[in-house]
């Protein structure tokens, strides 16, 4: 069986990967933080599925969270899924700057060291694949977030570029770009969406399902939703300082320990 090994496996767009990759008869290496959900998920999806699901827990913000996963990608992985991440619970300045440079560790330094650590093997074997999960925010102006995810897209094309020209195009690189996916994303960076119309709202599972069938297409830069092709198009087309001013305040209500009841930040 194949070897899918997901990075942020226990809830959204990752566990939905989980799901979607067992039932396709992947054998999984789930990686997340909390030992004892991830040990939780890996149980469930191994015995509906008849699947070998592995717990690897580990915090990629951390050296030794990225060295362990450096070290179990090199074995035998077909399909490396880089989807950890997190949003922050304000804008620049109303941020500390240690949480901040922990997102640019765990979006773009484990997103590269992961990347870097998998290729070799699926060239030496003659296939595989990447999916660095970015965000239709990389084509925005999200502070902090959209630039780490700007980087993800661009680094995905660079290193699909490079690998394709080695592979014949039997080894993939691909960036996935969704907007707004009904997650805990939002919860957990306690942001308000209740403002946010409902077409811009997509599903977890047609997200994966999209990103998985442009992989096969040999897409580098997956974006979900034509209503998210549609906006992600336009945009190259308006003037800079107006999809700023969109971008930077929708959906960027705030709520939490910290702030005056609700507000609108940005």
């Not at 951390?62 to 074995?75: F, K, M, N, S």
Request: hydrophobic residues 45%; glycine residues 12%.
């Amino acid at each position: 069986m194949p070897t899918a090994f997901i990075t942020g496996a226990t809830a959204g767009i990752g566990a939905a990967f989980a799901r979607r990759l067992a039932s396709d008869g992947f054998d999984l290496v789930l990686l997340a933080r909390d030992a004892e959900r991830l040990e939780r998920t890996a149980a469930e999806l191994g015995g509906r599925y008849a699947v070998r699901a592995e717990a690897l827990p580990a915090d990629l913000s951390t050296e030794d969270g990225l060295a362990a996963a450096e070290e179990r990608v090199r074995d035998d992985v077909d399909l490396l899924i880089n989807n950890a991440g997190f949003g922050h619970n304000g804008v620049f300045l109303d941020v500390p700057v240690s949480d901040e440079l922990t997102m640019l560790k765990v979006h773009c330094e484990a997103v590269l060291r992961l990347t870097h650590a998998v290729l070799p093997g699926m060239l030496d074997r003659g296939r595989g694949g990447v999916v660095n999960v970015a965000s239709a925010a990389a084509f925005a102006t999200r502070g902090t977030y959209g630039a780490s995810k700007a980087w993800v897209v661009s680094f995905s094309q660079a290193a699909a570029a490079d690998i394709a020209r080695r592979s014949e195009g039997r080894v993939r690189v691909m960036a996935l770009c969704p907007g707004y996916v009904r997650t805990e994303f939002h919860e957990r960076a306690r942001m308000d969406m209740s403002g946010l119309p409902g077409f811009m709202w997509l599903d977890k599972d047609d997200v994966v399902a999209a990103g998985l069938r442009d992989l096969r297409r040999g897409v580098q830069v997956s974006i979900p939703g034509p209503q998210y092709k549609a906006i992600v198009g336009a945009s190259r087309f308006l003037p800079r300082g107006l999809v700023t001013r969109i971008s930077s305040n929708t959906g960027r209500t705030y709520t939490g320990p910290g702030l005056p009841g609700r507000r609108r930040l940005g």
